[in-house]
Each structure stands twice: as C-alpha cells, then as structure tokens.
C-alpha cells in the first residue's frame, strides 16, 4: 500500500507539471498566431502540443488505475462479483427487502426460507458449540427495555452518531458519511488534484472516526459539501439517539427502548445466575435475540441494518485470576491475527499463535484468548474462508477507556474487512454501572478458607485543624481527603513525610489548597478479613449473526460452466452443517412408481429429522441439480430404479448408488458430520451413467 | 353450572326471606318489650330469634360455598397450587420479573437457564412437527414494522382495549377489568344481595366482550365504580391502541410499530413465497418471533405479558378445495370439543371423533381439521394433560365478520381454561387488504388443462337516454350501474322485463331514482378462459409460547413427600423432550476418582448433543436428587464405581446399573424418544442400594 500510495503521489505531481507545460506550449502557440508566423511553424507547434497532450492522457490513465488499485483493489471485479451474489440471494429468497410491496424500508430486510434455515443451523451450532459445550447459563430477556437501565448504561447518553440536516428540506444525512463520500470522490475522479491536497483528503478518510462534532462540521464547510439530492446548504452536525424510543404503558409517563444489545438483560440479572451457579466464578451467561438501531441512513445490504439478530456471551471472572481451565485446548491454534503494534507501524496481519500471543502480552490474558480461539472454531466450521478472517485487536483510541483488551473478528467480503464478532476484556464496567444506579450490589464473594490479614489503608484527617486553615471549606477539604485512592495517599504520606506539606487538588472547590504535615494522619492497618467481596471482570464476545451470514454466503459463492458450457452456474459450497436443505429427492424422470420411490425417501428423511425438498417437475435432471446447487444443497438423490437410488455431492459432483433402505442413515452421518464424503466413497460403488449425469 | 347457579339463586331468595323473618321477629320483640309482656314470655321470643340467626348463618355458609364453587371451584386450593409452582419456577430462575433490580416492568419477564432451554425445546419440537412435517417455508421479518402495514392489516385502527383514567391522578385502568372486578367481588361478598340483582351481575359477566365503550361507561356509572387505588371518580372510557409506537429514522416522519403478530410479515411476502412454491397451491408459510402488545394493566404473570413469543402458520389454499392430503392421518383421533351449539346450550366440552366432527359440518373444513388434530398431537407430546385440553369453537359474535370458522386450544390451569392456540379459517381477508392498499395482486392462478367457457355479467349504460333523463347525475348513475354484482344485475333484469322499470338507489347521489327498460342492457355472455385467477383463503394456527410453557409447567407439577417424610418435595414431570436438562451426573461421595468419571461422562454426553449438569457438591444424594426433580431433569446418573453407574429416572425412582462407556448412548437413546425407560428397565440390571437411595 505505501508503494502504490507514492507512486499516485508522483503520478499527480507528473500531471500536475505536464498540465503547466501544455499551458505554457499553448501560449507559445497563441504568439506564434498573433506575430504573424509561419503556417509550417505553427503546425509544427501544434504537433508537439498534441504529442504533450497524449502524454498527459497516458498519464491519467495510469493514475486512475494506480487510484482504483490502491483505493478499492479491483473495484470493478468485486461490484460484478457481489451483484452476482446477491441476484442469486434475492432471487431464491435467502433475503427479501422488508415490506416490498409497500417500496420497504431502508435496513429492514426478510429472510425467505433458505435463508431462515441458514440462520436456523448458524444459531443451533452456536448453542451447541458456546452454550453446551461451556455450560453457559442462557436467558431470553425482552427487547423493551425501561429508560433506567439504558441510562445506566450510557446508551440514553452516549450511543449516537453525528448527524446533518438539509436546511430547506428537512432530509437528515450522517455527517462521516458525507465527508467520507466526499473524499473518496475528490480521490478518484479528481484527476487534477495536488499530491498535497490527496495526501489531506487521504488523513481525513484515516481519522474520519475519531472527529467531533465540531471538526466535522469545520471540514463540512471548509470542503464546501451540501446536501447530495438537493445540493442545499447543511447544519452543523449534531448527535443522533440511534435506540428506537417508544412508551411503556398507556399513561406516556414512561419511556422505554427497543435495546441496542442483549447484553443488558444479563447484567442486570447478575445476582440470580450467580446464584444460580451456586456462588462461583468464573460463569458464563448468553444470550440470542433481537437488538435494534435506528440507523440514519443505512447502507450496504444486509452488513448494516435496523433491526439484527445478536448472540452474546458474557463471561465473569475473578479480575486478579483470568485463567482458563481449558486453554490448552486452543493455544496451539494458529490463525491470522492483526495486533496493534502491527497496525501503527503499517504492517499488515500475521499468523500467529495463539498461545504465543497470551505468552508475549499481546493478547491480555487467557479468558480473552480462549474465546477467541473458540470463535476462530466456530466461524471456521462454518464455512468461512480462513485466509479471509483475522482477529484485529483494538486501537488505543477505539476502546473504551474501561476496556482491558479488544479484538475484533473481521471477515473480508466485497465491501471490505467487516466487524462481525467483537470480543471485549470489558473489566468491571458495567457490574459496576448497574450497582451505583440501582443500589443491588452486583458483586461475588470470595470466602478464605481461614481469616486473611490484610492491610487497610486509614486516613483520618484532623478536623480541627483544617477547621482553622480552610472555615467554610473544612467539609470539602475532609471529603476530598477521605476519597483519596492507595496511591495518592501513599504518595501523601511521602511528601508530608519529608516536606512537611502538600498541594493538593479539590476538585469540588476547582483549587489547590495546601494540606500540611499536622492536618491528616495517613496509615496501613492490618485488619483480618474472612472473604473478599469484588465487582467480578466480565469477557464479552458478540456476535452479529446477519453479518456472520452475509459474509458467509460471499466465501460459499461460486460459478462453473453448465455441462453444455453455454451458461454459468451458481453454486453455495455450504458445509451441511449450514445448508439450508441437507438433500434434494427427484425422479430421474416422471412416473408414478418413481415419484412413489422418491416421497418414500423423502418421508425417512423427515423422520431422521432431516430436512428435504422433493422436485417432481418434469424439467430436465441437470436443470434440476442447477437448482439445487444455487441453494447450496449439499446432497441430490435422484430415484432411477425402486431398489437403488444414486447420490450426487454437490461440488466433486461425484456420484455413488445407495439401496433405498439406506438413503436416509447415508444423508443423516454425513450431514450430521459424523462421516465425510470421502469416507461414503469409499464404501459405496460409484454411479456413472450417461442419463443421471449433467 | 346451571345446576350450581340455580342453587345459588334459590340460596339467594332463601337468605333475603330469612332475614325479612328475622326482622319482622325483632318487630314483634320491641312491641313484646313495650308492651310489657313477661320475661318468659320475651325470653321464648328471643331465643325463637336466635335459632332464626342461626339458621341464616346455616345459609350465608351454603351461599359462600355454592358461589366459590361457582366462580372459582376451590379458589383456595387453586391459589395455594399457583403458588408453589410460581416460588418453585422463581426460585429456580425457570423466570424472573425482567429489570427486577429496577423494580421492574409490569408484563415484562425473562426466561431465566431453565425457562430458556424449555422454550427452546419447544421451538425446536415446533418446527421439527410443523414445519419440517409439512415442508413449510419459514421466513423472519423484522419486528419494527411501518405504520402502511398495520394500517391495511387493521391495527390501526382497531387493535385497542378501551381505557379509563382516574380524573385526578391520571392512572389509567382497563374499563372491562374494573366492570369484571366489581361484579366479581359483589358476587362473592355481597351475601344480602338480591338474587334478581346477582342475575343482573352473571349477565353483565356473561356479556363483558361484547359491550360498547359507551356501554361500559354506563355500567361503570350506574354502579358507581370508583379508581380502585384512589377511589377519585374515572373519565368515560376511551380506545387505546396497544401496539408500541416508534420513529423509522431520523426525520420524525416515518412512524412505525412494533408488530403484534408476526402474520403480516408473512402475507405481505405471499407472491414470493408463492412464486418460491413453484406457483402451486396449497403451501404453508410459518414465523416464529416476538411480537408485542403494550398493555394497559398486565396481570396473570406469564399469560399477559407486553412481549411474547408467537409461532404462526399461514397456510394458504384454494377457497373452492379446502381438502387436506394428510387429513386420514388425523381423522381417527378423539379429544375434548367444545362446539358452538353445545356451549351456547349450555352444555360442557364432550369428547368428539374428528372426522366425525367434520362429516357432520361442525368443522368447516378438512385443512381446518388437519391442523387441529395437529395441535393436539403437538401439546399432548409436549406433556400437556389431554384431560385439561378442549378445542371451543368460536361463538359467532366472536368471529371476525370474514371469518369463516374458528376454534381455540384451550387449556385448563389456575387461572381457568386459557387461550393458547388459536387456529382459524381468515378466509380471503388479509391478502384482499395488503392487495388493496398496496396496489400488488396477491392472487394465485389455477390454469386450465383446457380453455373453459364460462359465463361473464355485461351490463351496458346508455348513455344518451341517461343523459336526457339525469343531466349533471348522469356519470353517477352510470358508475353505479356498472359497479353492480351479479345478482343485483339480473335482479335488474327481470323487473325492467317484467315491469319496464325499476327503482334504483345510488349511493353517491344519496337517493334513488328510477331506471327505465331504454337506459341499460343486462346481458350473460360465454365466453373462454384460459386460467382462474383468485384470492387464496388462509387457514391461521396461531401459537403463543408463553402461555403453552405456563401451562405445561402447571401441568407438570407435582409434590411428593421426601424419603424421611418430613418435607414436601416438588417435580416437574417434563418429557425428556421439553426437559431443560436431560441428565445430572454426579459422584456418590467427593472423591477424585469419581470426579474424573462424572466429568467423563459429563463430556460424552456433551458432545452427544445431551444438555447435562455436574453436581460435585458434597450435599447428601437425596438433597441432589431433590433439586435435579425440581428442575424436571428426568435422568440422573450417580457414579458410585469407575467401571459402571446407576441411572434413575425421575418420576419413578427406579434405578439401574449401566456400564460408563454405554451412559451417554443410553441417555441419548431414551432423551430422544427412540425408546422408553421401561424398554431400558428390560435391558439394564435393577439397582437396588441403600447408599445411593434417597
């Protein structure tokens, strides 16, 4: 990225200097026209003004493909290969746009029904793979929530984006977006820009996300930017509550949300799931529902929406032990991993190990480091193309200022690297928030098997004395004294130690005062204490299941020639694990005893629990197939004879015969992944014959 | 109920004459005094009216108990049983009061580990029985839905409970719950009042659903009801609509509602889901989702709740083939049915054959029959006890005008027979709305093997002598003339053939005027058809989660005493299929080796896909046993050896010895129903130890 970045860089400055010499050619040709030249000297001059305008026309061109290679890879290439995809999603419904007949609503989007049995498998395999198997305590809470606890939260506060309003119409914009666009533009299309005006362009676009309202709104008026339909000037930008308000109850006396997380429901249940697990640490608590955000203009399909489907892991732990007892088990994996160091310094993401990752500090501890390799796990089993994950870990500046260590699983898809599990050391934050806001303490308790001497800091200040110094001051003096922190008081001690006294900041009287040697008694008592009472740390990896999917259905995507090789055809390589129908049974050809062979096939599927689709249509055997690959059925039975039917994988398209009592165990081992296609090849005869064949 | 009403009645009468008796009598004692009659004479007087008092107690005691057998049966041991299974289901986190460390939200509930993993079995069971049996097309809408939608579909305008408030305070109650209280209480307390009085009372009971705001406010008025928390006097009854209302977006013009049904999600996407079938009828779609009901005043825990779960199938057929191909599976099946004739002549459910019930038309339909002998296979499977299930017909005043029949799961509980199925026969209603107001056709279209003649209506204005005869009205009378139907038209016909003119109103003029034999010609003509083109009728199972889990939880109570006899012990008698844990495995004393084996176990069974839990607490066997019934667990397996274990199932407390290696293949089989416990008892040796015995 560096090299190509220079290359634009002289690329632009080598324009911008053709540019200067075809002005100045042109003006030696103007005077040669006014001082009366020669016809032959002018032509002449002409000639060699057209060669410097081919010039500079190889010079665009190899700009605009240095900007296309370095902004959008090859942009072109990804817009076909995503329409592609998503005609081939809406047209077999795995989506709908929400409310169609009534032109939708931007963000809302229907899942049609291979669609619904993908999402289906995706959340069952998540509960087998979190919930059994880490015995996690699952809660379904409601998606109305009370203002309290969203306040509480900082969500009625904080959970914003910054928004512009069209001053004539009304029409509301998100500020970053419009900056955004408005870079990328100028990037790509403005061939006559300064390397200097693209290097700012190309800063703004790197820090977009860390800008205030007000300097969005600066560069807003500073780049001139209106409104894009109406091309009227805009407001300053302003924050935007991105939670959908309602009432609770008819009296309108009490505001409520429709949540922007699970998570929530969980917190506030601490006190019963810890109980329930009979007062331990560490516990796991999950949760799948429905969160919403009511974006202000939502884009990119099914990546950014209104309304999503989150699952939601907290896990609580002992802050002084994030141990894991089943670590070993994933820190020998090895995956693409994004540490901050290597983002700063521009190098890009690496392989690494896990454990050497816990064991160099580069990941904060072992809780952390156990789910994400059991999110590598998961998102790997699901289909997704590991050399298109990496675990990015947060910037200093994108965490919270609570946060211990943040990593994101990013998946690359036709709209770039996406956020589609964060996983998040959130420490004791938000135990914390809910226990100053209700007054229930969400703590755990540690008992000692004997009585433990600990110290206990004492500050005892000396009223009477501060009494004298500070009047009317005195109580806020005391308070600011007795809220002292370890540190600070120790570091007191210190200096009223050797120095006899101190400044010292109040903050409620906004001034230093000066705290001498005879005004406070600073010490450690040894106290015995039978347990220890603590705000337990909690570990939260979420999960956004629509992205998830959509990401998933671009790494199953792919197109081979029909057998005719006149058309392309649309395949989802799904592992059955995912495939929205595990089998296909057809007829080889329409007759009675043959649609008889196939429902009775199909009717043992169903039993073993196996999900099916008969296609009787008279359409030809490869129409057929093609049908079912674009669903992205792993497996096609296809009934020729009423003894044995044949069985076709969907990718190899290798085919074997199978005795119709058989069919459904067949299907049902290795959809359930008990075997694989491999080991059914090798245990049933191939099948070759002209007919069944594509 | 007639018997016992009439007893109450005649109780009634009896109480009121006794006390004119006993007044007359203390009339008759004040002119004895008066009058100076002797002590004996006054003291036989008195002692006459004492057994006279008596006698009245002897009545107000049978009057007391004929009316809570009347209203509530034993409303006492009906109380007394909620409430264990309420603290049981609380305690053990089955469910929580949602945001409970806020105080709360009334009509808001979590589902708590257990609860969670009982409502996920019977989602699962759901689709395995529903949708995966009948090849239905499952989607997922959003919940925030746009106010166009809920318009067409009715809410809007009419999904409302009519509310009053307390004129000072502002509280809001619901007018029909304070009307039913009053009367309630008066019926039971109110021993002097009349039995005429008490008729009146049951009828306004009998009568609550159907009365008009302006009804209900007379009521209220007449009986002087007052705001039951501040007895301040209460406004007219009002409509509240009870959907939660929100902004799409940020412009403030784009209102939305959170959906009260997940139907409309379904309807609004029929012509996909229709194209998906292959253009074929009949075809169900199905959603399982939240759907939301903002609730004046919730009460009876978790039956009315602001946020629930619905299950819906819309299966969609031709209004003129109403069969069903799988109908003969179900037609043999008996259950209790409550048809409309028996309930409005008094009669009680009875147990009916439901092809019976269908040949002798008391079932509209053999679809409308199928999906009912469904839903009681469905809740028979899920422990629902078939004595306390009944499908009532709705009455017609019930009914929505288009509907053309439709019948309730009810099931009896504590808090009498509840809703909580509704399976109904919408006719052509909600596609003929979305098609309306959205402009889309959601038709289907049967076409014809071959070209059909059939019969058009042509009715042709003439215009001239229309003219002449309306001037300015003509365009009217020719619209109405035109928008005529069928019978109308050749009704027409025959009186202007008959009598040369006829009388005709048109609405638009507001009057009627008087069409001649010249003005129209009404004529039939053949003509051929290639295809039929129609609305399809639906045919709506409607499932409400919560209250099925409510239900089955009473359903699956019991309390048995603990082995010493000194406490009541409570179980749930879940199926393997609904329980929330399908096996505890715990070692018989703490010790290592029998740890290593439980955990062991515990991991085979984990990765058999069999939800269990570890109990390693040192807590007495029979403690452990006590708390795993009490979450329904129905097997436990104690590891007293590290070769083989016992297995005990729940209900029976039988227990039996089973090699380590074999458990979790034991457990799987008899958790997933392929075989019963009595089939394992045969198979694995009795376990008969007084150590590992409760």
Redesign the interface.
């Known amino acids: 990225m560096a090299a190509t970045s220079s290359s634009e860089d002289s690329l632009r400055r080598a324009l911008a200097d053709k540019q200067s010499t075809i002005d100045a050619h042109g003006n030696v040709i103007r005077q040669l026209k006014s001082s009366g030249a020669s016809k032959s000297e002018i032509d002449d001059a002409v000639k060699a003004l057209n060669a410097l305008k081919l010039e500079k026309t190889s010079i665009e061109n190899q700009l605009k493909a240095s900007i296309s290679g370095d902004a959008n890879g090859s942009v072109v290439s990804r817009d076909a290969f995503r329409q592609a995809v998503v005609n081939t999603l809406e047209r077999?419904?795995f989506y709908?746009p929400?409310?169609?007949?009534?032109r939708g609503?931007?963000g809302?989007?229907?899942?049609?029904?291979p669609?619904?049995?993908v999402?289906?498998n995706v959340l069952a395999f998540w509960?087998?793979h979190f919930v059994?198997?880490e015995?996690m305590?699952?809660?379904?809470?409601?998606?109305?929530?009370?203002e309290?606890?969203l306040k509480a939260s900082g969500h009625v506060d904080k959970f914003t984006d910054l928004?512009v309003k069209d001053e004539k119409t009304?029409?509301?914009y998100r500020a970053d977006h419009l900056l955004k666009d408005y870079c990328k533009d100028k990037l790509e299309n403005d061939l006559t820009m300064s390397a200097d005006k693209a290097a700012e362009l190309k800063h703004v676009l790197a820090v977009l996300d860390d800008l205030s309202g007000e300097q969005l709104g600066a560069k807003i008026k500073e780049y001139g930017i209106v409104a894009p339909d109406t091309k009227n000037p805009l407001s300053d930008p302003y924050p935007?509550n991105l939670m959908?308000?309602?009432?609770?109850?008819?009296?309108g006396a009490?505001t409520?949300y429709?949540r922007p997380e699970t998570a929530q429901?969980i917190f506030?249940?601490f006190?019963?799931?810890y109980y329930?697990n009979?007062n331990k640490l560490p516990f796991a608590a999950a949760q799948i529902g429905?969160a919403?955000r009511?974006?202000?203009?939502p884009r990119q399909g099914l990546l950014r929406v209104?309304?999503f489907t989150l699952a939601e892991i907290e896990h609580f732990v002992d802050p002084d032990d994030k141990s894991h007892p089943k670590y070993s088990e994933v820190s020998n994996l090895e995956f693409l991993m994004f540490p901050r160091n290597e983002q700063m310094s521009g190098q890009s993401a690496k392989r690494l190990c896990l454990g050497e990752a816990v064991s160099k500090g580069i990941v904060n501890n072992q809780t952390l480091a156990y789910f994400i390799g059991r999110v590598y796990l998961f998102l790997a089993r699901l289909g997704i193309d590991e050399e298109r994950l990496r675990f990015r870990q947060h910037l200093p500046n994108e965490m919270a200022h609570y946060a211990a260590d943040c990593w994101d699983a990013e998946i690359e898809s036709s709209y770039g690297w996406i956020e589609c599990v964060g996983i998040a050391d959130r420490s004791a934050y938000d135990l914390r928030a809910?226990t100053d806001?209700?007054g229930?303490a969400?703590v755990a308790q540690e008992k000692f098997a004997e009585p433990k001497e600990v110290e206990k800091l004492i500050i005892t200040p000396v009223k009477k004395e501060l009494g004298l110094a500070f009047k009317g001051n005195q109580k806020m003096v005391v308070e600011a004294l007795e809220a002292m922190n370890e540190k600070e008081a120790m570091d007191m001690k210190a200096a009223l130690d050797t120095k006899g006294e101190v400044e010292f900041e109040v903050c409620t009287l906004e001034k230093t005062v000066t705290i001498k040697n005879n005004m406070v008694s600073i010490s450690k008592e040894k106290k015995k204490e039978h347990q220890r009472v603590f705000t337990p740390s909690v570990i939260e990896p979420s999960f956004g299941i629509g992205r998830i999917i959509y990401c998933l259905y671009e790494h199953s995507f792919y197109m081979r020639p029909s057998k005719a090789g006149d058309e392309q055809l649309n395949v989802f390589r799904f592992p059955p694990l995912v495939a929205p129908i595990k089998c296909t049974v057809f007829p080889l050809v329409q007759n009675q005893q043959y649609e008889e062979v196939a429902k009775q096939i199909s009717r043992s599927l169903?039993a073993a629990?196996i999900?099916n689709?008969k296609d009787i249509?008279g359409t030809s055997i490869g129409k057929r197939y093609a049908r079912t690959d674009e669903l992205g059925v792993p497996f096609a039975v296809t009934v020729d004879s009423a003894s044995s039917v044949t069985i076709r994988e969907r990718d190899s398209k290798d085919q074997i015969r199978v005795n119709v009592d058989e069919v459904a165990a067949v299907i049902k081992e290795v959809s359930e992944g008990r075997c694989t296609w491999d080991d059914i090849l090798q245990k049933y005869p191939a099948h070759t014959s002209a007919s069944a064949d594509e």
Do not use: W
């Not at 929400?98 to 009534?102: E, H, L, S, T």
């Not at 308000?245 to 008819?250: D, F, K, N, V």
């Open positions: 077999r419904l709908i929400a409310f169609k007949i009534y609503v931007a809302l989007y229907d899942y049609g029904p669609g619904c049995a999402k289906s509960r087998q059994l198997e015995d305590l699952e809660v379904d809470c409601p998606c109305v929530t009370p309290v606890v928004m009304g029409n509301c935007f959908f308000q309602t009432q609770i109850g008819p009296s009490s409520g429709m429901g506030v249940n006190k019963d799931l329930y009979g429905q919403f009511n974006e202000i203009s209104r309304e809910h806001k209700s229930v969400l169903t629990g999900s689709k249509t």
